[in-house]
């Protein structure tokens, strides 16, 4: 099992990044999270996918758009109109199972069973 996150890269401020998650070996009977972690802060939650089920951070609403393809075994996260604020470190997390986090769990990370590597986000002004 693998989960190898991608896309990161430096970008202006109001420009777009799509980020990509490929969770190998796994069927698929997942959910899925976003976080990320800039620098001197703590690891924080960006959105998360269970179905038909969407959440994001209050900071990302609007902005980002999180989706999945089952078919190719991938989540990705479309950011839009990015800020230096955006800039951390963007990590996919996969928990294993159909049953769909709800708003008030979906952030907590020991939920998570298995961490992708982290995929460099950086957002000048």
């Known amino acids: ?7 990161g890269g430096s970008v202006q401020a109001g420009e777009s990044l ?20 800039a620098p001197g802060k703590e690891r924080e939650g960006v959105s998360y996918i269970g179905g038909s089920t969407k ?3 209050e900071s990302v609403k609007g902005r980002f758009t999180i989706s999945r393809d089952n078919a190719k075994n991938m989540v990705y996260l479309q950011m839009n109109s990015v800020k230096p604020d955006d800039t951390a470190v963007y990590y996919c997390a996969l928990r294993r199972g159909s049953n769909r ?3 008030s ?3 907590d990370q020991e939920r998570y069973d298995y ?4 995929t460099q986000v950086t957002v000048s002004s």
């Not at 099992?1 to 896309?7: K, Y």
């Open 55 to 57: 959440f994001y951070a």
């Open 115 to 118: 961490w992708g590597q982290g």
């Open 101 to 103: 986090m709800i708003s």
């Open 18 to 37: 799509r980020l990509s998650c490929t969770a190998s070996g796994f069927t698929s009977d997942y959910t899925m999270g976003w976080f990320r972690q």
């Open 105 to 107: 769990s979906w952030r």
């Open 1 to 7: 099992f693998q989960l190898q996150a991608s896309g």
